[in-house]
């Protein structure tokens, strides 16, 4: 079924180590891929494509952001979206909705709508943390520490954490970014403590070698429960490095519907990996994702239509193009 490449790959992660045959997909289409997109989606669309995502298999979503209306317009809906969630109005099943807060003032309005898995964002690089958080990693890590201590008081310990680590393999700024500096950063993440980490390619300038040189060392000290990937097809490279992350354990991959964020017209455009070719690839492979490839395809059709634009995805263009001949 496998190669002499994935044979014992796929089976046997980093040291050995006994790893799952599936994958879960951590959809972030909803927030990092529509955050980059010049057109918005009504709230009321969005609630639709959620809902059609759970009914696809999707089981982690992110959703939303709390972060400034002014400075991220396309989230300003997020706290009537977490609302509706809160009211029923957005069938989940057992997916979990995720959102992002950036500080305890985005948690304070977490809270007040009922969210319960978080998602901490900082960076590799000191340059990229000022510029999208205004502070350095070291005061973003020390305010998500504040908040993990009100979010417990509020909720005990019924709540997740999953902590962003972006500009893990190169930095619009400061350019490429060292392995040991990232671990550094993974490191004192993995300290807060949060329930998983995600290692993020934001620029994607990472190839299967950088990821080797860091996710290797990470593994051998977290194991491939608590870690995740999140690879950026700017350079072509996600799926490759996805596959690399796979062989050395990682059963997380975050990825986005049609792939949105990758509008190569959007000034800033993130070039998520789509979820549509990520999933056609671990299908050949035989591992599991439990999501129905033509379901999210669909999706990714309806999106396109809604966006005005065809979607970045690969597999959903071939899927079209079959079905309309
Ligand atoms: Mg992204």
Known sequence: MFGPFLKSAVRIGLQGVQVSESVKIFEVGLRDGLQHEPRRLSLADKIKFAERLVAAGVRELELGAFVRRDQVPQMADSDR????????????????????VPNRIGLERALRVGARNFALFTAATDTFAEK?????IRKSLQEFRLVLVRAKEELGSNFKVRGYVSTAFGCPFEGKVAAKKALRVVRAMAELPVDQISIGDTIGVADP????????????????????????????????????????????IDSSVGGLGGCPFAPGASGNLATEDLIYMLNGMGLKT???LDALSDLSILLAKKLKRPMTSRYAQAYMHAKTG
């Open 81 to 100: 979206f977490f609302s509706a969630i809160q009211a029923g109005r957005l069938e989940l099943r057992s997916a979990r909705a995720w959102c992002l």
């Open 132 to 136: 999208n958080l205004g502070m350095s």
């Open 209 to 252: 070698r950088s990821v080797v040189e860091l996710l290797e060392p990470v593994l051998r000290d977290y194991g491939p429960d608590k870690i995740a990937v999140h690879f950026h097809d700017t350079r072509g490279t996600a799926l490759a490095n996805s596959l690399r992350a796979i062989d050395l354990g990682v059963r997380v």
């Open 290 to 292: 439990g999501i129905d």
